[in-house]
């Protein structure tokens, strides 16, 4: 499964970006998928996953209400809607792959992408 993550940038605080994540696999649908970011001089962070159909999803406390996740399995792709951004959200934005169960922690997942930077400035 390769994954590839798209439409990070700069924007002013308040503003809004939407990412979106490609896979090439046939059965995209079999995977649970999300995104996590990581900070300068910081860990790898959970943000926000949705389950293979899309009915579950899980987001940080942090984001909850400015982001939400969704997906398109026609095409293969997932999204991060991303509203009210702040400073603190600038981070390097990855998206994964695991099947087939959701989970918010970043070690359980088996495919990831190159990742992409949003920069947020006040």
């Known amino acids: 499964v390769q994954l590839q993550a798209s439409g990070g940038g700069l924007v002013q605080a308040g503003g809004s970006l939407r990412l979106s994540c490609a896979a090439s696999?046939?059965?995209?649908?079999?995977?649970?998928a999300g995104w996590f970011r990581q900070a300068p001089g910081k860990e790898r962070e959970f943000v926000a996953v949705?389950?293979?159909?899309?009915?579950?999803?899980y987001y940080a406390d942090s984001v909850k209400g400015r982001f939400t996740i969704s997906r398109d399995n026609a095409k293969n792709t997932v999204y991060l809607q991303m509203n009210s951004l702040k400073p603190e959200d600038t981070a390097v934005y990855y998206c994964?792959?695991?099947?087939?169960?959701?989970?918010?922690?970043?070690?359980?997942?088996?495919?990831w992408g190159q990742g992409t930077l949003v920069t947020v400035s006040s």
């Open positions: 949705i389950s293979w159909s899309g009915r579950i999803t």
């Open positions: 994964a792959a695991r099947r087939p169960v959701v989970t918010t922690t970043p070690n359980d997942y088996d495919y």
């Open positions: 696999v046939r059965t995209f649908s079999d995977y649970a």
